[in-house]
């Protein structure tokens, strides 16, 4: 099964759906990835799996480490 929504889902509608769909099919394999776009460039993420009859959310957040310049030794722009 595919399932793809784009948009805000702030009345968490798409949760919801979720949530019936586990009490539903009881177990699942696969899971179900939002990405949250914040304003500050580090965006969140909900993955969400069926187990049990239950809906299960990991949250997330990808954190950037420093730069780091890239370069070769036989590059002549070093």
């Known amino acids: 099964m595919e399932f793809e929504y784009s948009g805000r889902d702030s009345s968490r509608q798409v949760v919801r759906f979720l949530y019936e769909l586990a009490k539903l099919l009881h177990d699942a394999s696969?899971?179900?990835k939002c990405e949250l776009v914040n304003?500050?460039?580090y965006d969140d993420f909900e993955f969400y799996r069926i187990?049990?009859?239950r809906l299960i959310c990991q949250i997330g957040r990808i954190v950037r480490g420093q730069e780091a310049v890239i370069y070769f030794k036989d590059s002549?722009?070093?």
């Open 30 to 32: 696969g899971e179900v």
């Open 39 to 41: 304003d500050d460039g």
């Open 51 to 53: 187990s049990e009859g």
């Open 76 to 78: 002549p722009n070093n």
